[in-house]
C-alpha cells in the first residue's frame, strides 16, 4: 500500500512583462497544446488503480496545467494549495502523511521547487523541462524517501 508523488511542472507560459503580475501569467496556446499532446501520448503511465488528490499551485500556469492534466486523465479537479508555491517541503511531506495508504499525490508547480523536492526524496538531481513530469514511489518504512520510477517531458 505505497504512496506516490506525480510532481508535474507548468507548461509553457507567458513571459514576464511590467503590466502583469507573475501569478497571473497564463500558459501559451502552444504550451496547452504541447502539454496536452504530451499527456495524450504518456496517458498509459500516467493511468493508476491508486486513489489520485490532485494539488496545484495557485498561480495561473500552473491551475490550467492541473485543468489540462485533470480533463485528460478523468481524475477530479486539483486543490490549490499555496505550500506549492511557496516551496514548503515540510507542509507538503506533513499532507502526504495524512492521506490514505494506497494514495497518488499530484503535484503541479514551478521550477525550480519540483526538482528540489524530487532531490530531497530520492537524492537525485532532476531538472523540469516546461510541462515535465517525475513520478516518485515513497518508501513505505520511511515517506521522506523515495525512488524516481518514471520521468517525461513534453517534446519541444
Known amino acids: 500500500m ?7 511542472r507548468h507548461g509553457k507560459a507567458e513571459d ?8 497571473d501569467r497564463e500558459l501559451t496556446e502552444k504550451g496547452k497544446d504541447e502539454f496536452r499532446s504530451f499527456v495524450s501520448s504518456v496517458k498509459k503511465e500516467l493511468k493508476t ?3 489520485v ?14 485543468e489540462i492534466l485533470t480533463e485528460h486523465m478523468e481524475w477530479s479537479v486539483a486543490k490549490e494549495k499555496e505550500f506549492i508555491v511557496k516551496g514548503d517541503f515540510k507542509v507538503l511531506m506533513e ?4 492521506m490514505e495508504p494506497n494514495t497518488r499525490i499530484v503535484c503541479v508547480g514551478h521550477k525550480p ?16 523541462k516546461k510541462g515535465g513530469i517525475a513520478l516518485i514511489r515513497l518508501n513505505e518504512n520511511d515517506l521522506n524517501k523515495g525512488k524516481l520510477i518514471w520521468k517525461g517531458n513534453p517534446a519541444s
Do not use: C, H, N
Request: proline share 4%.
Open 2 to 8: 505505497t504512496k506516490e508523488i506525480l510532481f508535474v
Open 16 to 23: 514576464r512583462t511590467a503590466g502583469k503580475s507573475d501569478a
Open 49 to 51: 488503480d491508486k486513489a
Open 53 to 66: 488528490s490532485v494539488w496545484t499551485s495557485p498561480m495561473k500556469r500552473a491551475k490550467q496545467t492541473a
Open 95 to 98: 499532507e502526504v502523511k495524512a
Open 113 to 128: 521547487i519540483q526538482g528540489t523536492w524530487v532531490k530531497e526524496l530520492t537524492g537525485i538531481p532532476y531538472a523540469f
